[in-house]
């Protein structure tokens, strides 16, 4: 960790862990973990990003209007908070993702702060040039995050014991992982 340097924490939200709607297998695992990044990139001074999954009640994104999910991380709700033990501070940068009524949003470059501002530009507009990046779920949101953020021109560090898949196909989270790495994401873990 050093200057320049941002942590992302992905979709750390009620639907995606235990007792949700759409629950990863050991999602609640991360949170630990993630809290302790979250500590020392503060003590560190260094910016702190969370995206969430944020849906309308009526998306193609969910099974029940042609997607392949179930209802899951809708506005407002329950299962779209954050995970309760998630000490996000409060100066943390929320990215809100999948908004729109026909998209899945996977990317938390496609998402956009409360004022309207894509995640790029917050992460230039602060001087970020690395990002790392944990969360939920390793197959999806972290992926195409993590790709995007490559394609954006940042170096990505994968906290591969801060992440978990959804697997719906076994293995689905180990070729993402290959996937991100092929891209250019250094994997790290906790020291
Ligand atoms: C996600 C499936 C559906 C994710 C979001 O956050 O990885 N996965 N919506
Ligand atoms: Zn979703």
Same mark, same amino acid.
């Given at each position: 960790m050093q200057r320049k340097d941002a942590l992302v924490v992905i979709d750390v939200q009620n639907d995606f862990c235990s007792g949700g709607s759409l629950a990863v297998t050991d999602g609640d695992k991360v949170v630990p973990v993630l809290n302790r990044y979250i500590e020392r990139f503060k003590a560190a001074n260094l910016p702190i990003l969370a995206t969430r999954d944020w849906h309308p009640e009526k998306t193609s994104h969910f099974k029940v209007y *042609?997607?392949?999910? /179930?209802? %899951?991380?809708?506005? *407002?709700?329950k299962g779209a908070?954050? %995970?309760?033990?998630?000490?996000? /501070?409060?100066e943390a940068v929320i990215v809100s993702a999948g908004m729109g009524a026909d998209e899945d949003g996977y990317s938390g470059f496609q998402g956009r702060n409360h004022r309207g501002v894509k995640l790029s530009d917050l992460l230039r507009g602060m001087g970020v040039e690395r990002i790392f990046v944990g969360g939920l779920a390793t197959d999806y949101c972290v992926k195409h995050t993590v790709l995007d953020g490559l394609k954006e021109g940042f170096k990505v560090v994968l906290l591969e014991d801060a992440i978990r898949g959804v697997d719906l196909q076994p293995g689905d989270s180990e070729r993402a992982i290959a996937e991100m790495v092929r891209a250019g994401a250094e994997r790290s873990r906790e020291t």
């Open positions: *042609g997607g392949v999910w /179930p209802v %899951h991380c809708v506005q *407002g709700t908070e954050f %995970h309760p033990d998630l000490r996000l /501070p409060s």
